[in-house]
């Protein structure tokens, strides 16, 4: 059986490599990572942990309990990309040692840092369906959201650039003074210690943001919103191209993007499908108990 490894430093070339020949289905964990290299992407409490039986056989995982009531956990597996019940049974045993791993770094972080919000559970964002099928049968599974699709993007599939219905619209980025409003717009659980770090795009009218959208931590599109008397005329689709073209590229050279929408985002759905998005597979938010 393949032994765990850790580190709180960084990633290792041949993991990178890994999870690079799994993309897309290794994409949020991927981006995850690459952004433990951008500014504040890391703390002394990040962990990241590698399982390698073999190039077809191996799980990643990338923890920071500092980041509760956030998403505190990716994970991949590569059972989620390659069939096979060998394959499978392999991976499921090494999800379930990463979990052990987590489990034990909750004391040490508790006894260090004081009571976490949520004590012997962890979120886990992104959870492919597959595994989160496999936690519940293991009766693992303390809560899950609702299926939400993973969407992919390619470079070459995006439409051309969106030109800005009104002379008086301008593209800017979100500024520290907006952030109350756009935490106003959104039912994410999301703290301004986090949006302060993620990239963005804000289409302003006299300065004043109207619609808005960020990369996460894991480079997915989120928190797109565009004020309700300017909706219909392409923003958010706009906003969305440009994030893609112009700000993914801090976490990587991959001309790959992503976004989760939930399954009756019907709305949101659309715009993604306009900008060339296939929806690959399905993934849930999931808090698991340790």
């Given amino acids: 059986m393949s032994q765990i490894q850790e580190s709180q430093d960084g990633v ?23 952004f433990m290299d951008m500014n504040g992407g890391k703390t002394a409490n990040s962990h990241v942990f590698t399982l390698f039986e073999s190039s077809s056989v191996f799980t990643v995982a990338y923890l920071d309990f500092s980041r509760g009531t956030e998403t505190e956990l990716w994970i991949y597996s590569s059972m989620e990309k390659l069939p096979g019940s060998e394959i499978e049974t392999k991976c499921q045993e090494q999800v379930l040692e990463v979990f052990e791993r987590v489990r034990d770094i909750e004391g040490s972080f508790v006894a260090a840092n004081g009571p976490r919000a949520t004590p012997g559970v962890v979120l886990i964002g992104s959870l492919h369906e597959k595994t989160l099928k496999f936690l519940e049968e293991q009766q693992r599974v303390k809560e899950a959201t609702g299926p939400h699709f993973k969407f992919i993007f390619e470079s070459g599939d995006l439409p051309p650039e969106v030109v800005l219905p009104s002379e008086d619209l301008a593209y800017e980025e979100i500024r520290k003074s907006d952030i109350p409003l756009v935490l106003s717009r ?104 340790l």
């Fill in 186 to 289: 959104t039912e994410i659980p999301r703290k301004e210690r986090t949006i302060v770090l993620l990239p963005s795009v804000a289409i302003t009218e006299n300065r004043e943001p109207i619609a808005w959208g960020f990369l996460g931590p894991d480079a997915s599109l989120t928190s797109l919103h565009v004020e309700e008397s300017h909706r219909g005329k392409g923003l958010a689709k706009a906003i969305a191209r440009k994030l893609f073209t112009e700000k993914a590229s801090a976490f990587g050279r991959e001309k790959i993007y992503h976004a989760d929408v939930g399954t009756n985002n019907l709305q949101s759905q659309g715009v993604c499908k306009s900008l060339g998005g296939k929806a690959d597979f399905r993934v849930h938010w999931a808090w698991i108990k």
């Fill in 12 to 34: 290792s070339e041949p993991t990178f490599a890994a999870l690079s020949n799994h993309l897309p289905h290794s994409i949020a964990l991927f981006r995850r990572l690459q």
